[in-house]
C-alpha cells in the first residue's frame, strides 16, 4: 500500500546564468505533489528565457508536509 509520506508542495525556479546560481521563482511556479501516479503541470517560463541557449530548471520543496498531511522529518 502506498502510504504518501513524499513532500507534497513544490515551486518551480529557473536559472539563465549557472545550474548553481541565479535561480528566480517562475509565476505560478507552484506545484502540489497529491496523486499516487506522476501528475504534471503546464508552466509558462518568463520571456528572458526564451531564444537561450541553455534554461536551469529545478523543484525546490517549499513545506515539511507529505502528501498524507503529516510532518516529513528531514
Known sequence: MYKRQGPRDFKVQYSIISESSGFSDVSSGDYQALLTTCDTKTITLPTDCNNR??????????????????????
Open 53 to 74: 541557449a541553455n534554461v536551469y530548471l529545478r523543484l525546490i520543496m517549499t513545506s515539511n508536509t507529505s502528501q498524507n498531511l503529516s510532518l516529513i522529518h528531514i
